[in-house]
């Protein structure tokens, strides 16, 4: 299955993977950094498995990211 990851700590909270892919991500309110929804903490970084319907919508919020934190395997 693809998968996303998104190395959390390194975000600086611009909103653009927000803006592309709602069904996916949060802003938090807390720390003012994204969240990838449902996805299961690996030491630190997230990952969710996606299914095909996602794919390339995610390589095209990957690519979005201005610090490429969110990578699409
Ligand atoms: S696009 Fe990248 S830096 Fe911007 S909020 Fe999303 S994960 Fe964080």
Redesign the pocket.
């Known amino acids: 299955m693809p998968n996303i990851i ?1 190395y ?1 700590n ?9 803006e592309l892919q709602p069904e996916l ?1 949060r ?1 938090s309110k807390k720390d003012g ?2 969240t990838l929804l449902r996805a299961v903490k690996k030491k630190d970084v997230y990952v969710l498995e996606l299914t095909r319907h996602h794919v390339q919508k995610s390589k095209e ?1 990957a690519e ?4 490429r ?2 990578k699409v395997n």
């Open positions: 998104h959390r390194r975000c600086i909270g611009c909103g653009i993977c927000y991500w802003m950094k994204a919020t979005a990211c201005p610090v934190i969110i």
